[in-house]
């Protein structure tokens, strides 16, 4: 019976310690992130000022499929900083009503380069609406949401970026 209950241990303790593989792990999502060479916009603050922000680079990473290094600029009203991080894949879900469409969410940490009130980090989630067979001419809606703290700690914002211009940021889902 000491047996039994060891080897039931053994295997409830092994199946929640699993952690749960990326589905996708074998799509390329660079061409999105960097949304075909092309800027993001949003707003920053609670003054809702526009924000610019470009990845001019997204890297796959080989040993960690749902991960990509990503590299770019943010610009604000003027104040441009370079800024390297990683987007974290997460999650997908099928989307109702659209079956050949597919959710993609995950999370993100972009740290911007430099010194100065104005050089901080962005945090949050991101959601990309996709096409589930992905090709070289599919086009996806990248939706980025979260927070941007200066590395000084006084200032801390909400923030968002699209490729669109959604009607309400408020009523876009992220996981």
Do not use: C
Request: glycine content about 8%; cysteine-free.
């Amino acid at each position: 019976m000491k047996n039994y209950l060891l080897l039931l241990l053994l295997v409830f303790s092994f199946s929640f310690g699993q952690t749960k593989e990326f589905p996708l792990k074998n799509e390329d999502f660079s061409n999105y992130l960097m949304n075909y060479e092309t800027p993001f916009y949003g707003t920053i603050s609670t003054k809702e000022t526009v924000i610019k922000l470009k990845i001019e680079k997204a890297v796959k990473n080989p040993k960690k499929a749902e991960q990509y290094l990503v590299s770019g600029y943010s610009d604000v009203d003027g104040n441009k900083a370079k800024f390297s991080g990683q987007i974290v894949f997460t999650q997908k879900y099928n989307v109702n009503g659209e079956p050949n469409d597919m959710l993609v969410f995950g999370d993100f940490v972009l740290n911007e380069d430099g010194f100065g009130e104005h050089v901080g980090t962005f945090k949050g989630k991101l959601r990309i609406q996709t096409p589930k067979r992905i090709t070289k001419e599919s086009r996806a809606t990248v939706t980025f949401k979260g927070n941007w703290k200066n590395n000084s700690g006084n200032l801390d914002f909400d923030v968002w970026w699209a490729n669109f211009v959604p009607n309400d940021i408020s009523k876009v889902i992220f996981k």
